[in-house]
């Protein structure tokens, strides 16, 4: 008799999901810092060191804006020299040029608003008597002074104004060398004399009224 052997069964398992989630294998990222380089050139210190020290300098400083620019063109220098020659790279070196050279500007414009104005010999004791004192800067006299004043010679005798016959208008008239006597009727008031307004009263009348006269009479200066 022959026998058949009858196929074997195996069991077929079908593989499930694990419900544990798979957490993928990543590759350690190049961009963190993995190693630690070492320190940069004394440059690269000097330079932040710079700029540091401007970022500290006290707005009371009387020149404060000057040497914060000094101190940011002073570190800009140090990371330009640093970049070319340790590290060689073209975009660091090309922004500290373009931040030096505006650090420049600014400081030139700086130098150029603290220039010595020029004040005209006749005009610089009335900047000094009267104007300096009240923290009138040298530019703005010189400007107010160039655009609004005219300056006017009178002979010893000559009259500045007539009692009752020169009319007052809306200027105002500082004595600036010499003396005037100012007189009522003929009868002496009182003394203007070098540094002084002479009209002041008169100007002040021009807001209220127009067209009025000189109530007193100024000779003209007499040295």
């Given at each position: 008799?022959?026998?058949?052997?009858?196929?074997?069964l195996f069991?077929?398992?079908?593989?499930?999901?694990?419900?544990?989630?798979?957490?993928?294998?990543v590759e350690?990222?190049?961009?963190?810092?993995?190693d630690?380089?070492?320190?940069?050139?004394?440059?690269f210190?000097?330079?932040?060191?710079?700029?540091?020290l401007?970022?500290?300098?006290?707005?009371t400083?009387h020149?404060?804006?000057?040497v914060?620019?000094?101190?940011?063109?002073?570190?800009?220098g140090f990371?330009?020299?640093?970049t070319?020659l340790y590290r060689?790279?073209l975009d660091v070196?090309v922004?500290n040029?373009?931040f030096?050279?505006?650090?420049f500007?600014h400081?030139f414009?700086l130098?150029y608003?603290?220039?010595?104005i020029k004040?005209d010999?006749?005009?610089r004791?009335l900047?000094?008597?009267m104007?300096?004192?009240?923290h009138v800067?040298?530019?703005l006299?010189?400007?107010?002074?160039?655009?609004?004043?005219t300056?006017?010679?009178?002979?010893?005798?000559?009259?500045y104004a007539?009692?009752?016959?020169t009319s007052v208008?809306e200027?105002?008239?500082?004595?600036?060398?010499?003396k005037?006597?100012v007189s009522?009727?003929g009868?002496?008031l009182?003394?203007?004399?070098?540094?002084?307004?002479?009209?002041s009263p008169?100007?002040?009348?021009?807001?209220m009224?127009?067209g009025e006269?000189f109530?007193v009479?100024?000779?003209?200066?007499s040295v």
């Amino acid at each position: 008799m022959s026998s058949t052997q009858s196929p074997s069964l195996f069991p077929m398992m079908h593989s499930f999901p694990s419900a544990t989630p798979q957490i993928p294998t990543v590759e350690p990222n190049t961009t963190s810092c993995q190693d630690w380089e070492q320190a940069h050139h004394f440059l690269f210190h000097i330079g932040n060191l710079s700029l540091l020290l401007g970022l500290l300098v006290p707005t009371t400083l009387h020149l404060h804006m000057i040497v914060l620019r000094l101190l940011l063109m002073t570190g800009c220098g140090f990371f330009i020299v640093w970049t070319t020659l340790y590290r060689c790279n073209l975009d660091v070196m090309v922004w500290n040029v373009v931040f030096l050279l505006v650090n420049f500007l600014h400081l030139f414009f700086l130098l150029y608003k603290r220039r010595p104005i020029k004040i005209d010999r006749e005009l610089r004791s009335l900047y000094k008597r009267m104007f300096e004192p009240l923290h009138v800067r040298e530019a703005l006299f010189k400007r107010l002074t160039g655009q609004f004043c005219t300056i006017e010679m009178l002979k010893k005798g000559q009259v500045y104004a007539a009692e009752d016959k020169t009319s007052v208008d809306e200027h105002l008239s500082i004595l600036l060398k010499g003396k005037m006597r100012v007189s009522y009727r003929g009868h002496f008031l009182h003394n203007i004399y070098t540094n002084s307004f002479i009209d002041s009263p008169e100007f002040r009348s021009t807001e209220m009224h127009r067209g009025e006269k000189f109530q007193v009479a100024l000779p003209g200066c007499s040295v």
